[in-house]
């Protein structure tokens, strides 16, 4: 072990002996009482000594015996301490890359800082390159998404489309302009390919055709109608196949992120939809109205909008594949142009859907807690 003060945690004196480390009411831990010694020994602990070598260094300091383990022991267990050795073989494989670690860097500092124990930020990065996910829709907001993915680490981000590149497809991030005919699911392979840092490792799981296991599905329909209004027939699959998958979109002038959904956990697709036709008599034949509409215009979608669902999505995704709390399971954001204040939407597992879910959440439900958010059927 080469223990380092997370780089990513900005550190400062509250007084003489107190010191800070970090800046926002998340990450920020308070150390105190640190005597001088312990003071200027914390400056050792940039990564490049081993512990005997640390406990020497102690010693000289004046430091008394076993002070410097204990000080160790104290600041992991604060989340304070990294490991610029520790890992594994696949972080140790990740770190003989320079190219793709330097250009990773702000990502690893960024999982260094939210993750408690030593060397869980490096693994996190590491298992994301064996992560396999797929981005259904390549217009502003999907091309998007699958190239963020690709750019913080995914390994293999599939991307799915029908068609060819139309001009208004194309957005900074994702489509670039001279796609503009090419077939849309190659362009995006492209921007994909070209968002990576340096090519994936070969996973033990990959079988003779390369496929691994998808840990996920993001939904990002051209038409935000489909991430608005999810088709249950078209979830259908991914229920029975138990995929989590994930909806983005914008339709009109709102950015939509959400639900994720945990099959048979969490509301799906067909949750949705019963729920929504429970609070409105009308809405089935609304959505048939809207579903049908004979000539195919140009959806609108405000670039600015889609980049931030874009990147919502893939923050959200991303901290999936990190292991962390999924948070966007049973929730929907909504962010209406031009005032921009985002709303949380409860999306409740339905009674009748067959996906399940409400079976599994009827002991967790604490009250009928209807969201006064919903004026669609106002
Ligand atoms: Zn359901």
Redesign the pocket.
């Known amino acids: 072990m080469h223990p380092i003060l997370k780089p990513a945690l900005r550190r400062g004196w509250r007084d003489l002996n107190t010191v800070q480390f970090g800046v926002t009411r998340a990450h920020a831990r308070v150390l105190g009482p640190v005597d001088t010694a312990t003071g200027s020994f914390l400056t050792l602990l940039d990564g490049t000594r081993g512990l005997p070598l640390l406990r020497e260094e102690g010693k000289r300091m004046g430091l008394p015996d076993g002070h410097v383990d204990r000080l160790l022991h104290r600041l992991a267990r604060a989340g304070l301490l990294d490991d610029t050795t520790g890992g594994g073989t696949a972080a140790d494989a990740l770190r003989c890359r320079p190219e793709v670690m330097d250009r990773l860097r702000p990502d690893l500092a960024a999982l260094s800082a939210v993750t408690p124990e030593p060397s869980q930020g490096i693994r996190k990065l590491a298992a994301r390159r064996a992560a396999r996910v797929r981005v259904q829709g390549t217009g502003r907001v999907g091309a998007v998404v699958a190239s963020v993915l690709s750019g913080a680490g995914v390994g293999q981000v599939e991307v799915m489309d029908g068609g060819c590149v139309e001009p208004w497809d194309v957005a900074p991030g994702g489509l670039p302009p001279e796609s503009v005919g090419q077939r849309r699911d190659a362009a995006a392979r492209t921007a994909v390919r070209r968002a990576a840092p340096g090519r994936p490792p070969r996973h033990p799981e990959d079988r003779g055709d390369g496929e691994r296991p998808l840990s996920l599905i993001v939904l990002a329909p051209r038409d935000g109608l489909d991430a608005f209004a999810p088709d249950p027939t078209a979830a259908e699959p991914l229920i029975a196949a138990g995929t989590p998958h994930l909806y983005a979109g914008v339709i009109e002038g709102t950015g939509v992120v959400g639900p994720l959904v945990l099959p048979g956990a969490t509301?799906?697709a067909?949750?949705l939809a019963l729920d929504r036709a429970d609070a409105d008599a009308a809405w089935p034949r609304m959505l048939a109205q809207w579903r049908s509409g004979g000539r195919r215009q140009v959806p609108a979608c405000d670039l600015a909008l889609a980049t931030t669902v874009a990147g919502l999505a893939a923050a959200h995704t991303l901290a999936f594949l990190d292991g962390a709390e999924p948070t966007l399971a049973g929730v929907r954001w909504e962010v209406p142009a031009p005032g921009l204040t985002w709303h949380r939407r409860r999306e409740r597992?339905?009674a009748s859907?067959p996906?399940g879910?409400s079976e599994q959440v009827k002991g967790e439900r604490t009250s009928v807690d209807r969201e006064p958010h919903d004026t669609m059927a106002g």
């Open positions: 509301a799906c067909g949750c597992a339905h859907c996906c879910a």
